[in-house]
Nanobody, 124 residues
């Protein structure tokens, strides 16, 4: 079994920054590609960014391109999402997710392991 635990969420003013972390524990070999997915109140979950196992490939949604940056440290079994120039519309619960294949997908149905999420609230 593998467990993902997000941290780093909180309340921030518009224009500010936050760095989310996702700790991977247990059978870490069950997850390779990682992704960040968010869900705002009343909306469906939305792919934010993903990263391949070796970190050489990343994908990012147009809505956050140039502001959000994904990375990982496999030695620490952690993935990160650096979020800059935050906007009120970025307010959501942010989840990290993983699957056993090497490259991330924007389709959430491909992810087999999910964290519980961390709340990010951006005030105007």
């Amino acid at each position: 079994q593998v467990t993902l635990v997000e941290s780093g969420g909180g309340l921030v003013q518009a224009g500010g920054s936050l760095r989310l972390s996702c700790a991977i524990s247990g059978r870490t070999d069950y997850v390779a590609a990682m992704a960040w997915v968010r869900q705002s109140a009343g909306k469906e979950r939305e792919f934010v960014s993903g990263i391949s196992y070796n970190g050489g490939y990343t994908d990012v949604a147009e809505s956050v391109k140039g502001r959000f940056f994904v990375s990982r440290d496999n030695a620490k079994n952690e993935a990160y999402l650096e979020m800059d120039i935050l906007k009120p519309e970025d307010t959501a619960v942010y989840y990290c997710a993983g699957h056993s294949r090497g490259y991330p997908s924007q389709g959430e149905e491909h992810y087999t392991t999910w964290g519980e999420g961390t709340q990010v609230t951006v005030s105007s």
